[in-house]
């Protein structure tokens, strides 16, 4: 009987061993992501404050979200930074990526400098450092004002402030680059030398053999960066805190303001909440319209 015991005790935990080796990750999972993400959408139905708790339930949270303008604002400038960092970044990262495909003197000095962008680019330091170089008597303005120019006030000028933030995140197109690098060498040779045969230049090459062959790295790219482009935070805070008149308030930027300097719980997770189903939407139509412009290999179609 103990044997039968002991033998059924050494399948069970050969079976669910595994589980014990994921058991970490799988707290921290529901610690860090499940547990806040189910109280945050609690929370976007109620008056949660986070020292006055909770009164109310419904959806007047997300009734104010939408009758408020300054909100209703942040979300327009939110859609205009997304759209011209994202094709910009994109754009940047497959042309550099597509020079340092070639086997060119320190190629591998440059694929480092500009990876690194990449991976400080979000920091605090270097948004700080990025607010002294564009301020009015910072070293942009320096440079011009050796040439004769009188520089302009890039971070008062509301025409101008979200450029440099917009600015910020175009320069970190280091990930983006390695991964398109990365498909770039993925090209079989020899449908370039095909190419070349029927008579196809560089550009015609680039455009009729090397972009179809990446789109689905195009469409990854551009799903994973739209998404952290409707996220940015560290720009707009640091650099401008918002301002000025309010050209940089990203959504982000209010989520922290409402949850962090007005303890408005309720309300920044009905803005957290409104901004995850337009990123689920965005996302959405852009695995529904891959079907037109994405092509994969092993695909018949």
Request: hydrophobic share 50%; glycine share 6%.
């Amino acid at each position: 009987m103990d044997s039968a015991a002991s033998t059924h005790k050494s399948k069970f935990f050969k079976r669910n061993v595994g589980l014990f080796f994921i058991l970490i990750w799988l707290i921290g999972f529901i610690i860090f992501k499940v547990y806040p993400f189910a109280t945050s959408l609690y929370y976007s139905f109620t008056d949660m404050h986070l020292f006055n708790g909770i009164h109310k339930f419904g959806l007047f949270q997300y009734e104010k979200v939408f009758n408020t303008s300054k909100i209703m604002k942040s979300l327009k400038i939110t859609f205009k930074y997304a759209f011209i960092t994202v094709p910009l970044k994109l754009i940047a990262a497959l042309f550099i990526a597509y020079i340092l495909n070639f086997k060119i003197k320190g190629v591998n000095f440059f694929r480092t400098a500009y990876y690194v962008p990449s991976i400080l680019g979000g920091s605090v330091a270097v948004a700080v450092l990025w607010k002294a170089v564009f301020k009015n008597d910072g070293i942009i303005n320096t440079i011009l004002g050796f040439f004769g120019v009188e520089g302009p006030n890039w971070l008062a000028d509301p025409g101008k402030a979200l450029w440099v933030i917009c600015l910020l995140r175009i320069w970190q197109f280091g990930s983006s680059m390695v991964i398109f690098l990365a498909a770039l060498k993925g090209v079989p040779a020899d449908l370039y030398e095909a190419a070349s045969l029927d008579g196809a230049g560089k550009w015609r090459q680039f455009f009729s053999v090397t972009i179809p062959l990446i789109t689905p790295v195009i469409f990854y790219n551009l799903v994973t960066q739209l998404c952290q482009a409707f996220q940015e935070f560290n720009g707009p805070y640091i650099i401008t805190n918002g301002g000025p008149l309010q050209s940089t308030s990203l959504v982000a930027y209010f989520v922290y303001k409402y949850a962090f300097e007005q303890y408005e719980m309720g309300l920044a997770s009905a803005i957290s909440w409104i901004l995850f189903l337009i990123l689920l939407v965005l996302t959405i139509i852009a695995f529904v319209s891959q079907r037109y412009w994405v092509y994969y290999s092993d695909d018949d179609n």
